[in-house]
Antibody, heavy 114, light 107 residues
């Protein structure tokens, strides 16, 4: 079964850091570019970041550039999102998804609050 | 950035109705457009890719059309299980922007 499972979310204070993980299974992870997409409570979908299949080129939304870093370990079929200098407005459900949009995880919740 | 203007933001229709949602891109995106369905508390589900191609396993009552800047998503006969929020997304250029969403309700 093709599957993505996110983890690593939680409650963090403003200015803090979190590292999200996304474990892939059921497909050749190293063949696909991957996205992170987030959704604030009651709001729409916001693209956050993309990483190429090889892990080379990476891309970020203006709202997170310089604070978030996407990476992957193709040997472990895992995608990461390192989030630093977190702000209240980063509070959201974070999804990982295949670049084609056909496979999504269930998401992991990040709450930034003091 | 490419802006995606989706309308309406909400829609109420009866079972069996034909429902149409539009999405307009701020510049030509060819046919690089997805349509997603998101049910409450669930992850988005891809329904249509490349503007008009039905994802495997998606019922044929869902369809998409358009190219360039103007796109349409249609449900030919609304079913109760179609209650959800629908989003368009362009993938012609980064950032891969989404429309604001259309919340669909049954009358």
């Amino acid at each position: 079964e093709v599957q993505l499972v996110e983890s690593g979310g939680g409650l963090v204070q403003p200015g803090g850091s979190l590292r999200l993980s996304c474990a892939a299974s059921g497909f050749t992870f190293s063949s696909y570019a991957m996205n992170w997409v987030r959704q604030a409570p009651g709001k729409g979908l916001e693209w956050v970041s993309t990483i190429s299949a090889s892990g080379g080129p990476t891309f970020y939304a203006d709202s997170v550039r310089g604070r978030f870093t996407v990476s992957r370990d193709n040997s472990k079929n895992t995608l990461f999102l390192q989030m630093n200098s977190l702000r209240a407005e980063d509070s959201a459900l974070y999804y990982c998804a295949r670049i084609s949009g056909d496979v999504w995880g269930k998401g992991t919740t990040v709450t930034v609050s003091s | 950035d490419i802006q995606m203007t989706q309308s309406p933001s909400s829609l109420s229709a009866s079972e069996g109705d034909r429902v149409t949602i539009t999405c307009q891109a701020s510049q030509d995106i060819s046919n690089y457009l997805n349509w997603f369905q998101q049910k409450s508390g669930k992850a988005p589900k891809l329904l249509i890719f490349d503007a008009s191609n039905l994802e495997t396993g998606v019922p044929s009552r869902f369809s998409g059309s358009g190219s360039g800047t103007d796109f349409t998503f249609t449900i030919s006969s609304l079913q109760p299980e179609d209650i959800a929020t629908y989003y368009c997304q362009q993938y012609d250029d980064l950032p891969y922007t989404f429309g604001q969403g259309t919340k669909l309700e049954i009358k």
